[in-house]
């Protein structure tokens, strides 16, 4: 999709195009560093990008797999994929860099040290070297203290990062593998940006602290970097982080830690500047050609602009050839050709796009592509031809490959104000690699991803087509070759939304859906069924039309057989959707196990079944970023669950990113998906149980309807169970019948003791007497957001805690509400189910079932 400035690249205003001619006159740089998505300043880094006009970046930790997703159900890996796209679309908001490192967010930890027991701290810390050896920051910034202090653990991890980076970075000592593609960088300084820290708080000790007015208005972007901010912050739309835009004076402040000292603000002394007289006198060159261009600046005349252009590009390409230059003049000057070759782009006004017939091809088929061209802003003394055109395949380990050459271009005119189309056909190669992230996980719940070497910097994986096109650029006396590229998208018309894009797909040829992907068994369940879809997308390994294919179960729990007749398919065609139901039945009367289920579809090959190699794609649809696509193995799993359903009528009403519900249809109950905005009391009425999912009171608009009905139904004898909900963002005061107050307090140890407080209470035994061994195998965390205080007519029936810390024991509270009941329950079944904990099942049921 095109949302979050993908796709569509609209050209640049002429106050865009004065701000980038302005920003080749500063060389300053800056690197910000932090955990996770959300956590970067993003006042501060627009204001360094966007009026700076310095090389900025932010370096988070994490993808932020660990959180939770106000959007929908994706969570961890597909979350991780959400939030990096995120992180993109706000960069593209405020100007800066993203980079990342292999370290993955595994959840909440309290501090530092338990960080480290799961991170592997000179693994991550030598990706942190890297990007500053690669990024060459003068300027380190550090959102968090390095000291432990009341925050998430990796906060102090990524600030205590920052500091061994610091001076690891310029130590030939330290991570030397590194130095076949990189040079040591020392930084010039690192700060800690407390006031970021302290947001909200004006009475904080400013005495010492260095300080620096992000607030300014750009009259030529119209808006205030503050407003800018916001904008950029509200890109991260899974987390809730919507925010309100800021205007005037707006000051941050800063707490030295290393390097060079300064005394009024943190950028004292790092940066050279034409317009300061600070510029190297190794670019005296560059210096003089800068200012006749800022000369022309407050003119319209753009063929000037391109005249004052032109002579730079020969002085950079000197630079980039000079094996004596600096990593830093190289740098620069790599930074500064781009710039000049999209300035030249944007002043005379030349478009260029390529995009595919269709939005998905298959390694060693052949597609249909069109390039479009037009130049509009002609002009009589500047002429841009081009030469060649090619189609490359990008590999994700930084590998390309071409696919098609048409050695010259299609026209070699000087283009006018018109569009010129031309379609061309390209083959793919059969080992091309799939669609999707580069960064793979090493395990279940790992630590770290797998990623490549000197590859855990960047953001996502390249485009896996992409469009080069060579240029001949006729500027007064001067010739001038420029390379472009763009990224084979695919383009189509939605009737409501207009224009759409979305990256082209690279998918195989035989997908599988497989559904449900987690079938969970209570005792009495006599059969299991699945539904099978096949697509076959075409390319050489497709069937003809003559084969004929089988479908079937490669593997199945024991215990079970299946009983439906595997279809024959004759005469397949390619890009035709085939479904299938594979039903087991159990063997005998104890049931079948659980375990692992795997279709398969067989080929007949002379006579012999022959079987194909199957994966699913998955795809990510948010209309904030671009569709994300991901080929997954084809697998589902039967959790097996000794326990009896009663069958009731259970309501449940939606908060965010929760598959409670689904848990509950798969274990028997009747669920029935309430609607606040239409739910009534009769409605309610036949419900033997409400749930009210995770962050409902965060999320539902329209609680002044519902809430008053809930309470009703508890007190008239029904029984409410409330799963967490957040202290930030409540949207009622009182959102329990029975006054309770919530706290931020949690237990991140999935293996901490769990304690029963009221051993005899029937919640704890019926219709499942709870025991220890129910809480084993939890993953991420016991609870989050317990109860902190509470009414005397709640009890709590749990106690827990991290090691270290005292008894938490707002995790499960049950309490008598007029006629009826009323649970809160912090405990995260909402992660837990998804991942086939028995002992989750078991307490949801409990929950549930409760009757006093």
Sequence with gaps: MAQGGFGYRPGWTRDQIREEIRGLGVDGSVLYIAAHPDDENTRFLAFMARHKRWRTGYLSLTRGDGGQNLLGDHTEYDLGIIRTQELLAARRVDGAEQFFTRANDFGFSKNPDETWQHWDREKVLADVVWVIRLFKPRLLVTRFSPLPAATHGHHTASAQLAVEAFFAAGDSNRFPEQLSQVRVWQ??????????????????????????????????????????????????????????????????????????????????????????????????????????????????????????????????????EDPTRSDEDRLLARERKEKVNRLLVEISGLWEEAVATQPAVVPGDSLNWEWQVLRRNPSATVKAVPLSLRLLGLWPNGQERTLWDGKTAPTANDLGDSLHRYVFRAALPEGMPMSGPFWKAEGPRSAHYSVPDFGSHRPESPPSLMVESHWSWSIGAMEIPVTLRTPLLYKWTDPVLGERYRPMEVVPAWQLGLEPRQLVVPDGVRELRFRLSLRIEGGPTAPKRTDTLRWGLAGWPEGWRLVSEPPLLLNPRPDSLYTWEAVLTTVGREGGQGGIVTPAVYRSVQGRWIPQELASVVRLEYGHIPIQTRVVPVEATVVRLHQKSSGKVVGYLRGAGDETMTALAQMGYRVVDLDPATATPALLKTCQSIVLGVRFYNTCRYLSRIQPMLTDYAAQGGHLIIQYQTTSNLLLKQWTPIPLQLGRSRVTEEQAEVRFLVPNHSLLNKPNQLLSNDFEGWVQERGLYFAQQWDPAWTPLLGMNDRGEEEQKGSLLVGRYGKGTVVYCALSLFRQCPQGVPGAFRLLQNLVEYAP
């Design 187 to 320: 930084p010039s300084r690192l700060v800690w940006n407390t006031s970021w820290w302290f947001y909200g708080r004006q009475d904080y000790d400013k005495t010492g602290l260095l300080s620096l007015d992000v607030g300014t208005y750009n009259p030529r972007l119209g808006r205030s970097y503050g407003e800018l901010a916001a904008e950029s912050r509200s890109m991260h739309q899974s987390q809730g982080f919507g925010a309100a835009r800021q205007r005037g004076t707006e000051r941050e402040y800063f707490q030295w830690l290393a390097g060079d000292s300064a005394i009024h603000d943190p950028l004292e002394g790092l940066e050279r500047s034409v317009m300061n007289g600070t510029a190297s006198t190794d670019w005296d060159e560059w210096t003089r050609e800068v200012r006749g261009l800022y000369a022309l600046l407050e003119t319209e005349n753009t063929e000037a602009w391109l005249k004052g252009l032109a002579p730079m590009l020969p002085f950079l390409n000197r630079i980039l």
